[in-house]
């Protein structure tokens, strides 16, 4: 297990460090009401005492409900103000004015959420001079399982090397509300949805399969797929240099 009173201190200051170098006055995320949003709110609360989330509800009841309800009660737990901002109505209009000039995908509706959610963050971000977190962790971005400028965009992301079973452990460390640690892991983007069922693999197989190298035959097949069909997310974008 790694050293979770050290890890929180070196992360405190690597907050601290992108503050200064920014010359901001405070962080903004994203309060999904998830693991890695809480990890990360609570690391930048106690790196920064101006830090604020948004939990930002979109069409999905499970926004509205657990997700909200978990949300609130890690910012209860260390005093982290919140604001909700109810974005349904928002991407209905994205959706009917796209509609009519496009036949939208499954894939593109449910990444519209998210590229709603960055717009909004980014739009505060930028009135107050705060920075945003990023929220996701090293399993998501290995599998790709994240929005290209949604969730996937950030000033600084204080868990970007965690894995999801880290994520658990740090969350633990820090005894954050159990329900947020013990419900299963979803980007709540349509209703009934979970992380491990849309990948087809566990957390726990993807995470020792990047840190050991070890899999059976059909978690390997699956990470490796996701893998390799998202290696566009995790480069730059292409600059002709003639």
Known sequence: MRDYAAETEKR?????????DAHADG???????????AL?????????ENTEGIIMPCSSKRNFTIDKDDGMEVANQFGI????????????????NLSAIATLSD???ANIAPRLR??????????????VAGTGNASEFYMGYFTKWGDGAYDLNPIADLTATEIFEFLRYLKAPEAVITKAPSAGLFEGQTDEEDMGVTYAAIDKYITTGQANEKDKAIIDRY???????RRDPLRYKG
């Open 12 to 20: 405190i200051q690597f907050i601290r460090q992108a503050l200064a």
């Open 27 to 37: 962080i903004l995320f994203g309060n999904s009401g998830g693991k890695d949003s």
């Open 40 to 48: 990360v709110g609570i690391l930048c609360k106690l790196a920064c």
């Open 81 to 96: 103000k919140t604001r909700v901002l109810d974005l349904t109505a928002q991407k209905e209009l994205a959706m009917e």
């Open 107 to 109: 894939a593109a509706i």
């Open 118 to 131: 960055m717009i909004s963050l980014y739009a505060v971000a930028a009135s107050e001079n705060r920075l």
């Open 227 to 233: 893998h390799a069909r998202s290696d566009h997310k």
